[in-house]
């Protein structure tokens, strides 16, 4: 309920969650079109937007989206191009790693087909465009419940107030409390798996090379970082990584050797350990009547590809050019007619990667000799089809099937 005697603020466009995604359709939108008022809501308060110690893999077509947002100029300087990617499958006691597939990629002539960037440089770029654009920010605060009306949708924020508005965009992140106000459902698992995080400094440089080793527990990622460092995304069985996390340095460092191997020369740890919990969730509907999701609110997927935050980057793209365009032809941004549009364009892409990241985790996260002989002769196979590697990339890309225009670096 209201505050009794509050002015309710009025908006075309509520997005709860100031994450990457969230923030990035608030920029989308106001880029487009300075008249439309657009609110954020988000918990955070804005002394911890730089303290997520991950690095994104953000694609080709993604970075074409931040720069038509006007921040890539702006976290360039730290991110690292892709130059090649290498996977090799082994158990952890063999001695050699053999490489079974290889990506050189750009997407076009001096276009990688993707950069590191680290998560700590992105938030805070977005926050600072967002305000200079006049987003509006309603932080540190929740929302924590929503009703729509035929003309509108009132959200209640956690401090009793409520704001108004023709849409309401779920950016809540994968365990969104909004989806499932909204009541829709999900198909979710769990993998038993959680990816550990932290970064390494090394003696040799890496050249822009990402490797991703197969290896019984998981996906072992090493991702190239600006300088002589990298990013590790490693899987294991959640009680290992728990163990490994809290553990002691010492005895982290030697598991990172046995997985790292010495091609870089020495390696050490170069920023905290984290271990986030990995499961698939995707959501059976996008859209309601003045609701939308984005982002991992709408799905979340195993980082084995680094696809979860390029999806929700084009989940924006796609949002943002439907909203825009409504508005240009004078409809209710807050109608099904509308968002089933931006519903049908993003459904499949996002099921058809979570299916495929599923698979691909289940597929190398094992140790059965038969399994193993046949993934080996697949990546093989591949590696001797160019046609079929430049799918690949295409795909790794962000560009494959039909784009928004963002992410083809064209203005909506
Ligand atoms: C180990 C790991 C590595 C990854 N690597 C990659 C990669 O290389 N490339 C890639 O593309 N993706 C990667 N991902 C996936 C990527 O991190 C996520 O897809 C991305 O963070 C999702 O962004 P989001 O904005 O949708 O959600 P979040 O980042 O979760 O943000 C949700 C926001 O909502 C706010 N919020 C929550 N509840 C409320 C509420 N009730 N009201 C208002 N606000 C609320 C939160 O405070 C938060 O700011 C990785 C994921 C993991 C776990």
Same mark, same amino acid.
């Given at each position: 309920?209201?505050? =009794?005697?509050?002015?309710?603020?009025?908006?075309?466009?509520?997005?709860?969650g &100031?994450?990457y995604v969230?923030?990035?359709?608030?920029?989308a939108?106001?880029?487009?079109?300075r008249?439309? %008022?657009?609110?954020?809501?988000?918990?955070k =308060?804005?002394?911890?937007?730089?303290?997520?110690?991950?690095?994104?893999?953000?694609?080709?077509?993604?970075?074409?989206?931040?720069?038509?947002? @006007?921040?890539?100029?702006?976290?360039y300087?730290?991110?690292?191009?892709?130059?090649?990617?290498?996977?090799?499958?082994?158990?952890? *006691?063999?001695?050699?790693?053999p490489?079974?597939?290889?990506?050189? /990629?750009e997407?076009?002539? &001096?276009?990688?087909?993707?950069?590191?960037?680290?998560n700590?440089?992105?938030?805070?770029?977005?926050?600072?465009?967002?305000?200079?654009?006049?987003?509006?920010?309603?932080?540190?605060?929740?929302?924590?419940?929503?009703? %729509?009306?035929?003309?509108?949708?009132?959200?209640?924020?956690?401090?009793?107030?409520?704001?108004?508005?023709?849409?309401?965009?779920?950016a809540?992140?994968?365990?969104?409390?909004?989806?499932?106000?909204?009541?829709?459902?999900?198909?979710?698992?769990?993998y038993?798996?959680?990816?550990?995080?932290?970064?390494? *400094?090394?003696?040799?440089p890496? &050249?822009?090379?990402?490797?991703?080793?197969?290896?019984?527990? &998981?996906?072992?990622?090493?991702?190239?970082?600006?300088?002589?460092?990298?990013?590790?995304?490693?899987?294991?069985?959640t009680?290992?990584?728990?163990?490994l996390?809290r553990g002691?340095?010492?005895?982290?460092?030697?598991?990172?050797?046995?997985?790292? /191997?010495?091609?870089? /020369?020495?390696v050490?740890?170069?920023?905290?350990r984290?271990?986030?919990?990995?499961?698939? *969730?995707?959501?059976?509907?996008f859209?309601k009547?003045?609701f939308?999701?984005v982002?991992?609110?709408?799905? /979340?997927i195993? =980082?084995?590809?680094g696809?979860g935050?390029?999806?929700?980057?084009?989940?924006?793209?796609?949002?943002?050019?439907?909203?825009?365009?409504?508005?240009?032809?004078g409809?209710?941004?807050?109608?099904?007619?509308?968002?089933?549009?931006?519903e049908?364009?993003?459904?499949f892409?996002?099921?058809?990667m979570?299916v495929?990241?599923?698979?691909?985790?289940?597929?190398? %996260?094992?140790?059965?000799?038969?399994? *193993?002989?046949?993934?080996?002769? @697949?990546?093989?196979?591949?590696?001797?089809?160019?046609?079929l590697?430049?799918?690949?990339? %295409?795909?790794?890309a962000?560009?494959?099937?039909?784009?928004?225009?963002?992410?083809?670096?064209?203005?909506?």
């Open positions: 309920m209201a505050k =009794p005697n509050t002015p309710q603020r009025v908006f075309d466009v509520v997005i709860a &100031g994450g969230g923030m990035s359709l608030s920029l939108l106001k880029t487009a079109d008249e439309m %008022s657009v609110a954020v809501i988000d918990p =308060p804005m002394s911890i937007l730089d303290k997520d110690p991950r690095a994104s893999a953000i694609a080709a077509a993604a970075s074409r989206l931040l720069d038509q947002l @006007g921040i890539w100029e702006g976290i300087s730290s991110a690292q191009p892709v130059n090649e990617m290498i996977v090799t499958d082994s158990r952890l *006691r063999d001695v050699v790693r490489v079974f597939l290889t990506f050189d /990629g997407v076009t002539d &001096g276009e990688p087909f993707a950069h590191m960037v680290p700590g440089v992105m938030l805070p770029a977005l926050y600072e465009k967002a305000a200079a654009l006049g987003v509006d920010f309603i932080a540190p605060d929740s929302a924590t419940t929503f009703k %729509s009306s035929p003309d509108d949708v009132s959200i209640t924020l956690s401090n009793g107030e409520s704001v108004t508005a023709k849409l309401l965009v779920a809540d992140g994968v365990r969104s409390r909004l989806r499932d106000l909204a009541g829709i459902k999900t198909v979710h698992w769990d038993g798996q959680s990816g550990i995080v932290t970064t390494v *400094r090394h003696e040799r890496h &050249g822009g090379r990402a490797e991703e080793h197969f290896l019984p527990a &998981g996906p072992f990622a090493v991702l190239p970082l600006a300088g002589n460092r990298s990013s590790l995304v490693w899987t294991e069985k009680l290992d990584a728990e163990r996390v002691d340095e010492f005895t982290f460092e030697i598991e990172l050797e046995r997985r790292f /191997g010495h091609h870089l /020369g020495k050490e740890l170069d920023g905290a984290h271990a986030y919990p990995l499961g698939l *969730r995707l959501a059976r509907d859209v009547h003045r939308a999701l982002g991992d609110a709408a799905h /979340g195993h =980082p084995i590809a696809q935050l390029n999806l929700g980057f084009k989940d924006i793209a796609a949002l943002a050019e439907v909203l825009v365009e409504a508005r240009r032809l409809q209710d941004l807050g109608t099904l007619d509308v968002l089933e549009r931006y049908k364009w993003r459904r892409d996002t099921f058809q979570g495929v990241t599923d698979v691909l985790n289940r597929l190398f %996260s094992n140790d059965l000799s038969v399994v *193993r002989a046949v993934r080996d002769f @697949g990546l093989g196979l591949v590696d001797r089809m160019p046609s590697k430049s799918r690949f990339i %295409s795909e790794a962000g560009l494959a099937g039909p784009t928004p225009r963002l992410l083809l670096g064209e203005a909506i």
